[in-house]
């Protein structure tokens, strides 16, 4: 029971990751696939809280009086991801929209098809 | 949406409202959790608020893009910018200790200048990306 | 206790949005759902004393990453089509799905390794972040020690990504700025050549 309650936490962040990285690899329409990224994506960001979260800390903003706080780092690393995230999703959509006046479609299949490369 | 009153209303009402917490979120973010990056998201989305309610044109009539892409440049210009100026008072890069005369004061002013970079650089970029992504694949006559 | 319930709870709605995206196939659906998801783990984040970060995860993935996403389907797909779905998988799921259990499960032993979970103790607390917590208001005057970290100890991380953030709107813009002249269909276009 111990044992559970320790680690809970990171196997749910594992089966969120699992989740985001089945949608990547099994289906083959290109915005799906950019949704299990950033499913991917933000499960590696519930990770690296969970690791910087202290048990009864506070929020890193110094005040009188509290003690304990939460780690800081893991903080400052993901707050940056975030945003580059975002800039590089939409890079990726950008490509997508690309892809779709080209092909006529952002089926996968459809796409090889084309190409007549599977 | 150009013609549906209760979203006009609404927006003309929230927009000043999202505009205030955005400079409140890039100035206080020292003190409170925020920042130049979520004020500068908070700051576009105010403007993203706008183009969806009036019309991307307004909205470029607003912000027009020449003016955004200067702005994303000069974002990180100014970040690089602090950093060059604290080299010439004889720091390291990015040492803001030397900015002014005691340690701290330098190193608050040097915080507040490059996190209003960052908010400068974020706010222009999504506001590119979103004109970019409203205007694809639409003539000049469907985005008036 | 409550705290650990209230995790439990936002963790567990957040797996089940992730495989409900899986499992939708009207792509809107799956848009409204990733902003679902992306706001709860932003409460996720205030649970677990982030709030930096769950202010930027509720502005940025929940508000923008939705809005694009959006904006990108209403160019993919055609007005007249509603339902705006992605075709029947042609694939059996076997291969992905045991690629995706082997590591799965390959990970979850990975975790016996790991510290217990908010643990003080733990040696990702005791490296760095005592320092930066103790020194960080007497030397920079800053309360917020993320501010701290993220301006003046990592600037340079910093301007490194906000570098990156710029470089990613000109690549937007290379790649779909400014609008199509004509549209001529891939067939013919590969005719002529």
């Given at each position: 029971?111990?044992?559970?309650v ?6 749910l962040?594992?089966?969120i ?6 949608t ?49 780092l893991?903080?400052v ?5 975030i945003?580059?995230?975002?800039a590089?999703t ?23 098809n ?5 | ?5 209760i ?5 003309k ?14 100035f ?25 309610v ?9 912000i ?38 005691t ?6 002013l ?19 990306i979103f ?7 639409r003539?000049?006559?469907?985005c008036? | ?7 439990i ?33 932003a409460?996720l ?6 709030a ?8 940025v ?16 797909y055609?007005?007249e089509?509603v339902q ?78 906000v570098t ?6 000109i ?23």
């Open positions: 029971m111990k044992y559970i320790e680690h809970y936490n990171y196997w962040v594992i089966i990751m699992m989740a985001g990285f089945y990547v690899i099994s289906r083959g329409n290109l915005i799906k696939k950019i949704a299990g990224l950033n499913i991917f994506q933000v499960s590696v960001f519930l990770l690296y809280i969970s690791i910087g979260n202290v048990k009864d800390g506070a929020t890193p903003i110094i005040e009188e009086g509290i003690t304990l706080y939460s780690n800081p893991p903080h690393l993901i707050l940056t991801a945003v580059v995230g975002v590089t939409a890079l990726g959509l950008a490509l997508v929209v690309r892809i779709k006046e080209t092909y006529g479609t952002i089926e996968e299949d459809d796409i090889h084309q190409d007549q490369s599977l | 949406m150009k013609h549906n009153l979203l006009r209303v609404v927006s009402f929230l927009i000043p409202l999202i505009f205030l917490f955005a400079l409140y979120v890039q206080h973010g020292d003190f409170g959790p925020g920042g130049g990056f979520q004020a500068g998201i908070i700051f576009s989305t105010g403007i993203i608020l706008y183009a969806l009036f019309g991307v044109a307004s909205a470029k009539k607003v027009p893009p020449y003016i955004l892409r200067a702005l994303a440049s000069l974002g990180v210009l100014i970040y690089a910018a602090t950093g060059v100026a604290s080299l010439l008072l004889g720091g390291n890069y990015l040492e803001y200790g030397v900015l002014a005369s340690q701290v004061a330098g190193q608050h040097g915080i507040l200048v490059i996190e209003l970079g960052v908010g400068i650089t974020v706010m222009a970029v999504m506001l590119i004109f970019a992504f409203a205007e694809r694949g003539s000049e006559e469907e008036e | 206790m409550i705290e650990s319930a209230v995790d709870t936002l963790l567990s709605l957040i797996a089940i949005h992730a495989v409900a995206i899986i499992r939708m196939r009207s792509l809107f659906a799956v848009i409204m759902l990733f902003g679902g998801f992306s706001f709860l783990s409460g984040f205030v649970a677990m004393d982030a930096d970060v769950a202010f930027t995860e509720a502005a993935g929940a508000g923008i990453s939705t809005i694009l996403m959006l904006a990108t389907l209403a160019l993919t055609a007005h089509d705006k779905e992605e075709k029947q998988p042609t694939h059996k799921p076997w291969l992905p799905l045991s690629v995706v259990l082997i590591t799965g499960g390959m990970l979850i032993y990975g975790t016996s390794d790991i510290p217990a979970f908010a643990d003080p103790n733990a040696p990702a607390q005791k490296h760095v972040a005592p320092y930066y917590l103790k020194k960080s208001l007497p030397e920079t005057g800053v309360p917020n020690v993320v501010t701290a970290v993220l301006a003046s100890y990592r600037g340079f991380d910093t301007l490194g990504e990156v953030i710029f470089t990613a709107g690549a937007v813009l290379l790649l779909i700025g400014g609008r199509r002249k004509s549209k001529i269909p891939f067939e013919t276009r590969s005719n002529k050549e």
